[in-house]
Structures are given as structure tokens and as C-alpha cells.
């Protein structure tokens, strides 16, 4: 049976001196979070109280939208949406291969079949495929803006505004990100984002927030994430327990003061990085498009001899990593649908020799070098 493999990888990582891990030093200032949550432990509203209210509100005017459900998960973001949007038992979404395992498990535990559409050379679905891959069971288009980066939303939201089809964005990457200037989460009918630890915008566990400008659509994921409850005594529909808990939603805003420095920060990195390895034949940059502001969940690269990059990097205390090495249609999980080597061969072609650096806001200058000059020492050898 499965364990809890977590600690484990917490304290491999750990030994390492340039780690993906930041937390204790992004909530160095914890006695300040700790204050605003001891309020909540005063007034007792730690089920939907008063700072989900306020981390609403916070959150749609940062993403340019009329409405921010707060939910548990950034998975619980995309199901509940899917659910809202009357998908289920049948229906086919269409997503991408090379995304996060939440993407599909969100598609496949409502019911509905992942159709997938390969990628670009900048990580994300390619809008030239989709109309080939709508049938009659297509229902709707999830688009993953990987790594922060958003897709080309404009020729997705004019093939689904064609077709009848709605946009659940999965924005758990882009918090910030933007395309000419429009925040990811607000093209589609429902923008999903997580809070987990190692997000941009992170809590104290896990946690995740649903954008739209569809009053009807949010009023009935405010449903869906209280049991369907209207009030204390009415129940309209039976529904789910999929709430952000107030102590998170606490901490979600004071991070939220903060990210103007964290999306900053982490773009800064990325810059040095794209100009100190662009440089290396070995090595290829994705895809820059200047319409987009990217936020750099992840700095991902392509490499030749990814493995033994990776094994040099954590040799030399870099905590290197590969997001991911298999693609969804190839994981066991997915045998059901019947694909194979070689139908999505850019994402196949990603996962063999994608590799990530740690971009985030406390990378110091000199460990940017650090992990610039290593790889160029890797392949001058």
C-alpha cells in the first residue's frame, strides 16, 4: 500500500544548500501571522469567517474579476468548477499531457474522459490541435498555463466561444501572470489556483481560490464548497465540504501583501538565468512570448543529458528537479485510454530532458551563479 514518501523527500532535500524549499524563510515574520490568526481563535469563525470574506474580495481585485471562491485545494479549484459547469459522467475535456497529476484527476473524478492536445514549444497546449480533438462528448477546454506562463488564451477562448464550449483555466502556477496586459484566471468561465506550500502565493497546508465573472457560476460553487448549504437550516443541492479554512485564508493574505515582491523577484531570476545559459549549446530556453508576463512557478529548461545534469547538480548541493518525467498519458493511471509512445511526442519529448532550477525570491545573486556556472562547467567537461 502507498505510504507517506513526503518526510522522506523533506529531509533529502533538505542537505541541500540551494533548495526549492523557502518556507521558513518566506514566514520568517510568523509572530505577525500568528497575532491575526490568534483573533480568529478569539472570535471562534474558523469555518468560513470573516477572513475568507476579506481574502475574497483581496484576491478577485488583484485577478481583474468579479468574484473569488475560496476552496481547499487547488485540485478541489478545478473540480468544483468542472462540477459547476455541469460536466460529469461521459462528457470529454480537453487538456494538455505535460501538466501537474491534479490537471487530470480533477477531469477524471467527475466522471468526465481527459482528450489530450499536445504542447508547444513553450510548455503549454498548442491551440492549433484543440479543434481536431472536439467530438460531440466535448464539453469543455482546460487549458494549463505551465509554469506561469499564459496560454495563448486568445485563440482558445475564440475556438470554445465557436463551439459552445466553456474555459476552466488552470492558473495554479500564474497567480499575477498576465497576456497584453489580462490576468491568467480571467479569460475563461472559471480561473483555478492553489495555495499549496510551494506556490507563489502559498498557506500553512494546502488551500486554493476559483476566479469568474459569472455571478451564476460563483453563487453555485459557493454551493458546491458548503454542502450546498444556503444558510444554516436550508440545503439547496447535496454537495461538498471543499472549504478554505479561515486560519489559511489568514495567511493567504498576509502573503498577499507580498507578491508584487515575490512576482518580481522571481522574474528577475528567471531574466539572469534565460541570459547566462541561452548562451550554453546544450541548453534551450523556452519560448518567450513578449505579450506575456510570466511568473516563474517553476524555471524549467531543456537539456541534453538531462540525467546526469541533474545528478551533478545535487551532487554540488543544487536542489535540481524534473517537473515531470513522465507525461499524464503515459502514467499508469491513465492505461485505461489506450495511448501510447509516441502520440504526443513534444511533451514526451519535454518530460526526457526538461530540468528545474530554484527561481524563488530568496535566491541570493551569488547562488544564481553558482547554478549558472555549474552547468556550463557540466558541459564544458
Not at 459547469?85 to 490537471?103: C, M, N, Q
Not at 476566479?211 to 453563487?219: F, G, I, M, P
Not at 528567471?270 to 541561452?278: I, K, Q, T, W
Not at 495511448?339 to 527561481?359: I, N, T
Amino acid at each position: 500500500m502507498p505510504t507517506n514518501f513526503l518526510p522522506e523527500q523533506y529531509d533529502r532535500t533538505e542537505r541541500l544548500s540551494i533548495n526549492h524549499n523557502y518556507l521558513a524563510e518566506q514566514f520568517s515574520d510568523y509572530e505577525a501571522i500568528f497575532a491575526k490568526i490568534k483573533q480568529v481563535v478569539l472570535k471562534g469563525d474558523f469555518t468560513l469567517g470573516r477572513a475568507v470574506d476579506e481574502f475574497e474580495r483581496h484576491y478577485a481585485s488583484i485577478t481583474g474579476t468579479k468574484h473569488a471562491i475560496g476552496v481547499n485545494s487547488g485540485t478541489d479549484a478545478l473540480r468544483l468548477s468542472l462540477i459547476g459547469l455541469g460536466i460529469g459522467a461521459g462528457d470529454e475535456v480537453i487538456t494538455t499531457p505535460f501538466t501537474f497529476y491534479a490537471t487530470i484527476g480533477a477531469i477524471v473524478t467527475v466522471g468526465a474522459r481527459p482528450v489530450f492536445v499536445d504542447v508547444q514549444d513553450d510548455y503549454n497546449i498548442d491551440p492549433a490541435r484543440i479543434e481536431a480533438a472536439i467530438t460531440q462528448r466535448t464539453k469543455a477546454i482546460l487549458p494549463v498555463h505551465w509554469s506561469g506562463k499564459p496560454c495563448r488564451m486568445d485563440e482558445i477562448t475564440s475556438i470554445a466561444g465557436k463551439r459552445g464550449l466553456p474555459v476552466v483555466e488552470d492558473a495554479c502556477h500564474a497567480i499575477k501572470a498576465t497576456l497584453d496586459g489580462r490576468y491568467a484566471g480571467s479569460f475563461g468561465d472559471a480561473g483555478c489556483f492553489s495555495m499549496h506550500p510551494l506556490k507563489n502565493l502559498n498557506v500553512w497546508g494546502d488551500g486554493g481560490v476559483i476566479v469568474t465573472n459569472s455571478q451564476k457560476l460563483a453563487d453555485r460553487l459557493r454551493l458546491l464548497r458548503n454542502h450546498g448549504l444556503v444558510n444554516r437550516d436550508e440545503c439547496a443541492i447535496f454537495a461538498f465540504n471543499s472549504r478554505l479554512d479561515t486560519v489559511q485564508a489568514v495567511v493567504a493574505t498576509h502573503l498577499l501583501q507580498k507578491i508584487d515582491h515575490i512576482t518580481n523577484s522571481r522574474i528577475a531570476n528567471a531574466v539572469y538565468f534565460d541570459r547566462r545559459l541561452g548562451a550554453v549549446p546544450q541548453v534551450r530556453i523556452p519560448l518567450r512570448d513578449p505579450r506575456v508576463k510570466q511568473v516563474f512557478h517553476i524555471y524549467s529548461i531543456e537539456c541534453e543529458r538531462r540525467d546526469e545534469l541533474q545528478r551533478f547538480l545535487i551532487g554540488n548541493g543544487v536542489d535540481a528537479k524534473v517537473h515531470y518525467p513522465v507525461p499524464m498519458h503515459l502514467q499508469p493511471a491513465a492505461r485505461q485510454y489506450g495511448h501510447k509512445p509516441g502520440d504526443f511526442p513534444r511533451a514526451e519529448a519535454l518530460c526526457k530532458s526538461v530540468l528545474s532550477l530554484p527561481v524563488h525570491e530568496f535566491i541570493t545573486t551569488g547562488q544564481r551563479e553558482q547554478m549558472a556556472s555549474l552547468i556550463r562547467e557540466f558541459y564544458s567537461q
